[in-house]
């Protein structure tokens, strides 16, 4: 039988998208239900002197309005930081209290503080409108470079500093400094993203009062974690009384792991007017209570020697949390940054420190890359810059710094198991023809045109995440996932897994991986996700860790089913557990030559007995039944790295850039499916590319979001992008039984510094913030123009 | 129930009207308020949710159907605008069960991951082919800037289009 995995297999999940039977949250209508709208705060900070619901509770169709009150009065937790940070001094982290309905204090716009509930989408609006909050505003706090000398918006935390936190070594980054020919310093600032997942954020919540079960169907992209949140911090209801369900997803990028207001604010109102709510985001809020992502101000410095050897590095950086710490809001700008801050390269010393500030704006999280981004952005940037000033070409520069052996001990914290970064860069650079750069730019100057090339190596650390190790950093859960696998007595096999696709392809590649480990049809086996009551407890899919953590605990349950087949069939066919071997789907007695298909076995395992005889084939000690599961811990990150580079071409007259070329060459180990795989590149590096040239979330000085609507913040379309050039080297990982690192964040980290490398070069190493638009590029042209007229 | 039928009309200016459309090629006749957007009306009404609400500013395109053969975002027009008309939706555009050529393409080719934006992004691509049958790949891009993708960057949608454009 031959090998699904590595093939090119469409998807199982395609039919159901392509003829719109899908069935997405907003999608879902239940008997009686209700429509929930929220009022929100038009103020970024200001205290709430007294919420007057009255004239709104006549309003024509209204069911019942809560406010922050009453959700306090039952004790309902509110929104956690999932991860505790602890500053260099020792200390930890400072965070305040998030109710789900703000009770005496509005932090940023959007800020829920009241829910109406009513029998229409159209009259619950209306009597929202009728709500009467009586604000006392308050001067808002917004820039995240000066936050910490703003107006202390919580009560209790100093500077708004949330925590103050070092990984490295100042001491020995300090003489590495001393013995540095020079210094390469940069001050960036990675621009504030808002992630848009196409499909809004939505819930439905039933209650049956008999059972007093209560089931929230969300777009979650961690339902089961979801439900412990909600239980054991919220305070909603047991988790067995709690069913959370994630049924068709419309993307996530980190946006959906977050446990939300209104997820907990309808899950208990529901239970107080026992009629099913519904409630579906506008755009409009989703731009402003939906996490945002990056925001960050660094100032870096690279010391290095002459001919270009790395000697030591550091990071100061300023993390904006927004206005609340949420699920991996404290650790993306520490954990899963400070590791990645030194990139690819061999250098001796080096320190990150990051000092997170909250800000009355929407709160940050992780958005795809979290954290990788932020610290690829910044080694890159600097090497760039390190290559120009150097006068070093930017590939061999930083080949001089790749580690040259694996397993490579990274300076920081990771030891990064697999990769060989030498081989990705030359074949980035054939795909690329990066030698014949220099006639295109004669070319296009020819036009009057500037062109500029752009390199970026990255290494990201995914497939988080060993479950000691994240706990003992202060992470709140383990993260390991589960998997069960099931046949049917009739040999179908349904998997269900911890993890959730919401676009990701586990329907199809979770099944490759199972037909190839049973030897059964893809088409006899299901992937079951997204329902606390169906399968076993899992953590979700974030941090590119579906495959590499979840994938893997099919594949060991798939190998205890295997285990099982070969004692049954031993029994069966009265041979040695020893003899049996298990290939494509048959258990064969290596000795006899006979077999027993898969099949055979799950049918005998279930109907365990003979007509007339009393015999069984189930060996002394084995239950009845075919079904296993696993809970896969990994023991390390997983290291998916690559070199990607970009080509720009600027009209100096417009500010225009025009993305020429983009090469990707990434390592992801062993692949799957690479159909799938290249959408994954495709997709992360349409973020990346937007986040350099088009995406920004902005807020004025009194903490209105300037770009809250498709209308104001640049969504990348198709006229966007060139096609890009994909291509791979893998070596496979050692930590894990399948080899995979993970593909689904590195587009969206290695882009934004391949692109804006290719601008600033084209630029004549004039610096440029993201994202680099057209007003700002023209500006740059202008300022070489004069800056070229002077020298001559 | 009176007196909120004329609550509706005069408070409110709400006019219920009966709308008939051929959708998918069956006639249906609903009452509905005269503010209905054609893409409330599909969802709410007539419970075909493939068409999905993406944003409120008319750009994501998630919501396109084909009014009298054309495309159009439905959150933009009132189901009583196009009374009268023949509407397709994605739910409509299977032929005896077997899915259209652009539904075959992006399967084979990948062109969609979450499924979101997949509807209108199919039903706008199949009007370009109906109006240009062989567009080059910045026609296609270009046509396409009316319909936003998170998941894809575009290039497996553009390689779909292109590859329908051979089966149609």
């Known amino acids: 039988m031959a090998s699904l995995v590595g093939s090119r297999v469409e998807r199982k999940e395609d039919k159901r998208f392509l003829t719109g039977k899908g069935r997405y949250t907003a999608d879902i209508n239940l008997a009686n239900q209700t429509y929930a709208i929220f009022v929100r705060s038009p103020h970024a900070r200001a205290s709430i002197k007294k919420i007057n619901i009255d004239k709104a509770l006549k309003s024509s169709g209204v069911v019942s309005i809560f406010t922050g009150k009453e959700i306090a009065d039952d004790k309902i937790g509110g929104l956690i930081a999932g991860w505790a940070i602890r500053s260099e001094d020792g200390t930890e982290m400072k965070c305040p209290g998030n109710p789900p309905l703000a009770k005496d204090n509005v932090n940023f716009v959007g800020d829920p503080v009241a829910v109406v509930i009513a029998e229409s989408l159209a009259e619950a609006k209306d009597a929202a409108e009728k709500v009467e909050v009586d604000y006392k505003v308050l001067k808002a706090v917004t820039s995240t470079a000066d936050a910490m000398n703003g107006d202390t918006i919580h009560e209790g935390i100093d500077k708004n500093l949330c925590f103050d936190w070092l990984l490295g070594d100042r001491q020995k980054v300090k003489e590495a400094f001393d013995k540095a020919d020079k210094v390469i310093s940069i001050d960036i600032i990675n621009n504030r993203l808002i992630p848009n997942a196409m499909e809004?954020?939505?819930?439905?919540?039933?209650?049956?009062?008999?059972?007093?079960?209560?089931?929230?169907?969300?777009?979650?992209?961690?339902?089961?974690?979801?439900?412990?949140?909600?239980?054991a911090f919220g305070n909603v209801a047991p988790e067995h009384k709690l069913r959370v369900v994630a049924p068709d997803v419309g993307g996530g990028f980190g946006s959906k792991i977050n446990v939300y207001n209104e997820?907990?604010?309808?899950?208990?109102?529901?239970?107080?007017?026992?009629?099913?709510?519904?409630?579906?985001?506008?755009?409009?809020?989703?731009?402003?209570?939906?996490?945002?992502?990056?925001?960050?101000?660094?100032?870096?410095?690279?010391?290095?020697?002459?001919?270009?050897?790395?000697?030591?590095?550091?990071?100061?950086?300023?993390?904006?949390?927004?206005?609340?710490?949420?699920?991996?809001?404290?650790v993306t700008p520490t954990y899963l940054f400070g590791p990645c801050a030194t990139g690819v390269y061999e250098i001796p010393a080096a320190y990150t420190n990051v000092k997170a500030v909250y800000t009355n704006t929407a709160p940050v999280d992780a958005y795809r890359g979290a954290g990788r981004p932020e610290a690829t952005y910044t080694i890159e940037r600097l090497?760039?810059?390190?290559?120009?000033?150097?006068?070093?070409?930017?590939?061999?520069?930083?080949?001089?710094?790749?580690?040259?052996?694996?397993?490579?001990?990274?300076?920081?914290?990771?030891?990064?198991?697999?990769?060989?970064?030498?081989?990705?860069?030359?074949?980035?650079?054939?795909?690329?023809?990066?030698?014949?750069?220099?006639a295109r730019r004669k070319e296009s100057e020819a036009k009057g045109k500037l062109r500029g090339i752009g390199v970026t190596s990255y290494f990201e650390a995914c497939g988080i995440a060993p479950s000691a190790a994240v706990m003992s950093l202060g992470c709140g859960v383990g993260l390991w996932e589960s998997a069960e696998v099931r046949f049917n007595p009739t040999g179908q096999v349904t998997v269900y897994t911890g993890s959730h696709s919401h676009g990701q392809s586990h329907q199809t590649t979770f099944a490759q991986i199972a037909a190839d480990e049973l030897?059964?049809?893809?088409?006899?086996?299901?992937?079951?996700?997204?329902?606390?009551?169906?399968?076993?407890?899992?953590?979700?899919?974030?941090?590119?860790?579906?495959?590499?953590?979840?994938?893997?605990?099919?594949?060991?349950?798939?190998?205890?089913?295997?285990?099982?087949?070969?004692?049954?069939?031993?029994?069966?066919?009265?041979?040695?557990?020893?003899?049996?071997?298990?290939?494509?789907?048959?258990?064969?007695?290596?000795?006899?030559?006979?077999?027993?298909?898969?099949?055979?076995?799950?049918?005998?395992?279930?109907?365990?007995?003979?007509?007339?005889?009393?015999?069984?084939?189930?060996?002394?000690?084995?239950?009845?039944?075919?079904?296993?599961?696993?809970?896969?811990?990994?023991?390390?990150?997983?290291?998916?790295?690559?070199?990607?580079?970009?080509?720009?071409?600027?009209?100096?007259?417009?500010?225009?850039?025009?993305?020429?070329?983009?090469?990707?060459?990434?390592?992801?180990?062993?692949?799957?499916?690479?159909?799938?795989?290249?959408?994954?590149?495709?997709?992360?590096?349409?973020?990346?590319?937007?986040?350099?040239?088009?995406?920004?979330?902005?807020?004025?000085?009194?903490?209105?979001?300037?770009?809250?609507?498709?209308?104001?913040?640049?969504?990348?379309?198709?006229?966007?992008?060139?096609?890009?050039?994909?291509?791979?080297?893998?070596?496979?990982?050692?930590?894990?039984?399948?080899?995979?690192?993970?593909?689904?964040?590195?587009?969206?980290?290695?882009?934004?510094?391949?692109?804006?490398?290719?601008?600033?070069?084209?630029?004549?190493?004039?610096?440029?913030?993201m994202p680099a638009t057209a007003e700002k590029v023209w500006k740059a042209c202008k300022n070489l123009k004069k800056s070229n007229a002077k020298a001559a | 129930m009176i007196k909120s039928w004329w609550v509706k009309i005069l408070i409110k200016g709400e006019i219920m009207g009966k709308?008939?459309?051929?959708?998918?090629?069956?006639?249906?006749?609903?009452?509905?308020?005269?503010?209905?957007?054609?893409?409330?009306?599909?969802?709410?009404h007539l419970q075909l949710t493939g068409t999905h609400i993406g944003c409120d500013t008319s750009q994501c395109g998630a919501c396109v159907v084909h009014v009298d053969g054309n495309s159009l975002?439905?959150?933009?027009?009132?189901?009583?605008?196009?009374?009268?008309?023949?509407?397709?939706?994605?739910?409509?555009?299977?032929?005896?069960?077997?899915?259209?050529?652009?539904?075959?393409?992006?399967?084979?080719?990948?062109?969609?991951?979450?499924?979101?934006?997949?509807?209108?992004?199919?039903?706008?691509?199949?009007?370009?082919?109906?109006?240009?049958?062989?567009?080059?790949?910045?026609?296609?891009?270009?046509?396409?800037?009316?319909?936003?993708?998170?998941?894809?960057?575009?290039?497996?949608?553009?390689?779909?289009?292109?590859?329908?454009?051979?089966?149609?």
């Open chain 1, 200 to 231: 809004p954020r939505a819930c439905v919540a039933d209650y049956n009062a008999a059972s007093e079960e209560i089931t929230l169907y969300t777009t979650s992209q961690n339902p089961h974690l979801s439900r412990l949140i909600m239980s």
């Open chain 1, 263 to 330: 997820d907990i604010v309808c899950s208990w109102a529901v239970k107080k007017i026992n009629r099913a709510i519904k409630w579906v985001a506008e755009r409009s809020e989703s731009f402003l209570t939906d996490i945002h992502g990056r925001d960050h101000v660094t100032h870096a410095e690279l010391a290095v020697t002459k001919d270009g050897k790395f000697l030591g590095f550091k990071n100061e950086t300023i993390a904006n949390l927004g206005a609340y710490a949420r699920v991996f809001g404290t």
């Open chain 1, 383 to 438: 090497v760039e810059k390190a290559s120009m000033e150097l006068g070093i070409d930017k590939t061999e520069l930083r080949i001089k710094n790749f580690p040259t052996a694996f397993p490579f001990k990274q300076t920081l914290v990771h030891t990064v198991d697999s990769g060989d970064y030498v081989a990705g860069m030359e074949k980035a650079k054939q795909m690329a023809d990066y030698k014949g750069f220099e």
């Open chain 1, 519 to 769: 030897g059964v049809p893809i088409e006899n086996i299901d992937i079951v996700h997204g329902d606390t009551d169906k399968g076993t407890f899992g953590m979700g899919t974030y941090g590119s860790r579906s495959l590499a953590v979840g994938g893997i605990a099919i594949v060991n349950a798939c190998k205890k089913i295997v285990e099982k087949g070969k004692r049954v069939t031993a029994k069966m066919l009265e041979a040695n557990p020893e003899d049996v071997e298990f290939k494509d789907g048959e258990f064969i007695v290596s000795k006899s030559n006979k077999k027993k298909t898969i099949g055979e076995v799950a049918f005998a395992c279930y109907l365990p007995g003979v007509r007339d005889e009393m015999k069984s084939p189930l060996p002394e000690g084995d239950e009845p039944g075919l079904k296993e599961t696993s809970f896969y811990d990994p023991s390390n990150f997983s290291f998916p790295a690559g070199t990607h580079i970009a080509e720009v071409e600027i009209d100096p007259e417009t500010g225009h850039v025009k993305l020429e070329k983009y090469t990707a060459c990434d390592d992801f180990g062993r692949i799957i499916n690479p159909m799938v795989v290249e959408g994954q590149v495709h997709g992360g590096l349409a973020q990346g590319i937007g986040q350099a040239l088009y995406e920004n979330a902005e807020y004025d000085e009194t903490g209105q979001l300037m770009t809250g609507s498709y209308m104001d913040y640049t969504m990348p379309r198709a006229d966007n992008f060139p096609e890009f050039n994909i291509g791979y080297t893998c070596t496979h990982a050692t930590t894990n039984p399948l080899g995979v690192k993970g593909c689904g964040e590195a587009g969206a980290i290695a882009a934004p510094p391949t692109v804006m490398n290719a601008v600033i070069d084209a630029l004549g190493g004039q610096e440029v913030t």
């Open chain 2, 19 to 44: 709308i008939s459309l051929e959708v998918n090629g069956r006639k249906v006749e609903k009452e509905a308020s005269d503010n209905t957007l054609l893409s409330t009306f599909l969802r709410e």
């Open chain 2, 73 to 168: 975002k439905s959150c933009t027009a009132l189901a009583a605008d196009v009374n009268g008309s023949k509407v397709t939706t994605i739910e409509g555009l299977e032929t005896n069960g077997k899915m259209h050529p652009m539904q075959e393409a992006f399967k084979k080719l990948h062109g969609l991951q979450c499924g979101f934006c997949t509807p209108g992004m199919v039903m706008s691509a199949v009007d370009l082919l109906q109006k240009n049958k062989k567009p080059s790949d910045t026609e296609i891009r270009d046509w396409l800037e009316g319909n936003i993708c998170r998941c894809t960057g575009y290039q497996n949608i553009v390689a779909a289009v292109k590859e329908a454009a051979t089966k149609m």
